[in-house]
């Protein structure tokens, strides 16, 4: 029977920590923040929506927040977006699940434009039925849930026969909303305790023990 497996893309299909946390750096640094090591602020920045960092982290305010992303993308939209890497294994994941007659769906709260930019750059973005993302405003379609929404409306797909697969809680908790099944990757950045505490039905240490568990 053919199901519709949603994917988040940091964390999950590739690795973007170098990429994004070098361009909050620069963000940052416009505000005299100076950070001497970027990627200490994965576990911050990598996932969620850019203005929550900003916001809860380093106390901006909601305007000072979109200011910064306006910053950081002068770096991210040059250099940081192709300072990343693809996970081992997952070229071959959505081979598989296509062979088999699956619907795959990117759902990210990364920006449309630089998710389809990077699933390009990885040879991954013809695996995709539909490859959605938020808005490049950061305000109209920016969270997880908003994001899952669109992308389940534009495929067709049915909650009963689909899943949702990220790293961290907001994928799982955006998969719950909505009654999909939900798989959470511990091979990114979310922890075990974050995953367990969304409510993950399933989690995968590694690539390789998310391709069992999809394809079986």
Request: hydrophobic share 40%; charged share 25%; proline share 3%.
């Amino acid at each position: 029977m053919k199901k519709t497996f949603f994917f988040d893309l940091d964390g999950t299909l590739t690795d973007p920590a170098e990429g994004i946390t070098r361009a909050v750096a620069h963000a940052l640094s416009c505000y005299g923040i100076h950070v001497p090591e970027p990627l200490s602020l994965a576990g911050r920045f990598v996932g969620p929506p850019l203005t929550e960092g900003f916001q809860q982290y380093y106390g901006f305010s909601e305007e000072e927040s979109y200011r910064a992303i306006d910053r950081f993308r002068e770096y991210f939209r040059e250099k940081g977006i192709f300072e990343n890497r693809l996970y081992e294994g997952i070229p071959e994941l959505l081979e598989s699940l296509k062979r088999q007659g699956h619907a795959v769906v990117l759902a990210t709260s990364k920006p449309v434009e630089f998710a389809h930019r990077i699933l390009k750059h990885f040879d991954l973005f013809s695996y995709f039925d539909f490859a959605g993302g938020a808005t490049m405003d950061e305000r109209s379609r920016v969270s997880k849930e908003q994001v899952l929404a669109y992308a389940m409306e534009a495929s067709g797909a049915e909650a009963s026969r689909s899943l949702m697969i990220g790293d961290r809680d907001l994928d799982i908790l955006a998969g719950k909303a909505f009654s999909l099944s939900t798989v959470g990757v511990l091979y990114g950045y979310g922890s075990h305790e974050e995953l367990t505490a969304a409510g993950a039905d399933v989690l995968c240490e590694t690539v390789g023990a998310l391709t069992e568990v999809l394809l079986s």
